[in-house]
T-cell receptor, first 117, second 112 residues
Framework: EPEVTQTPSHQVTQMGQEVILRCVPISNHLYFYWYRQILGQKVEFLVSFYNNEISEKSEIFDDQFSVERPDGSNFTLKIRSTKLEDSAMYFC???????????????FGEGSRLTVL | SQQGEEDPQALSIQEGENATMNCSYKTSINNLQWYRQNSGRGLVHLILIRSNEREKHSGRLRVTLDTSKKSSSLLITASRAADTASYFCATGAIQGAQKLVFGQGTRLTINP
């Protein structure tokens, strides 16, 4: 069964360093997302991406964050200068285009745990 | 915010009992979905109910939706130890936003 894959599974970095989290969405999906979950807390929307551009982003997704789909398969989240509060599990998700303009079932990866020291 | 809020935050029951989790949201929705998350893992889609539906079944899962009260419930019947996980509701907006907004989650523990 097709799945969303994410790398790395865990990354430890020093505050101020750049981090790139990678995702390979399911191949025939058109919408891509990044969510994050601080330990034990809710799953927070960061950004959605469609047709090679950001379609929506949250307040969390400030200028330190960027996303890219460099080669038609990978979908990356970059954090330019990490802060302690960026420590979280980052989930990539994708879905097929559903009718009615609202997403149907999202397929999530297993997540990348980012620890900022 | 259209954010869903689950109730209770934590639920502990004996194996074989039924587990009911509730979700409330604030704005009009196109659909409401329930996801499961095992500890330290990704989210897995369980079931989707559209705004024009009132009840949906999938195996041991039963979901209801009351749009007048802006609430949904997830019932897991004949619970098993393997059902131990966190359960999240997520709402999809009617227009514009191509995203799901997740609630706080209910931590379900099934005791053998």
């Amino acid at each position: 069964e097709p799945e969303v894959t994410q790398t790395p599974s865990h990354q430890v970095t020093q505050m101020g360093q750049e981090v790139i989290l990678r995702c390979v969405p399911i191949s025939n999906h058109l919408y891509f997302y990044w969510y994050r979950q601080i330990l034990g807390q809710k799953v927070e929307f960061l950004v959605s991406f469609y047709n090679n551009e950001i379609s929506e982003k949250s307040e969390i997704f400030d200028d330190q964050f960027s996303v890219e789909r460099p080669d038609g398969s990978n979908f990356t989240l970059k954090i330019r200068s990490t802060k302690l509060e960026d420590s979280a599990m980052y989930f990539c998700a994708s879905f097929r285009l559903a009718g009615g303009g609202s997403p149907g079932e999202l397929f999530f990866g297993e997540g990348s745990r980012l620890t900022v020291l | 915010s259209q954010q869903g809020e689950e109730d209770p935050q934590a639920l502990s029951i004996q194996e074989g009992e039924n587990a009911t989790m509730n979700c409330s949201y604030k704005t009009s929705i196109n659909n409401l979905q329930w996801y499961r998350q095992n500890s330290g893992r990704g989210l897995v889609h369980l079931i989707l109910i559209r705004s024009n539906e009132r009840e949906k079944h999938s195996g041991r899962l039963r979901v209801t939706l009351d749009t007048s009260k802006k609430s949904s419930s997830l019932l897991i019947t004949a619970s098993r130890a393997a059902d131990t996980a966190s359960y999240f509701c997520a709402t999809g907006a009617i227009q514009g936003a191509q995203k799901l907004v997740f609630g706080q989650g209910t931590r379900l523990t099934i005791n053998p």
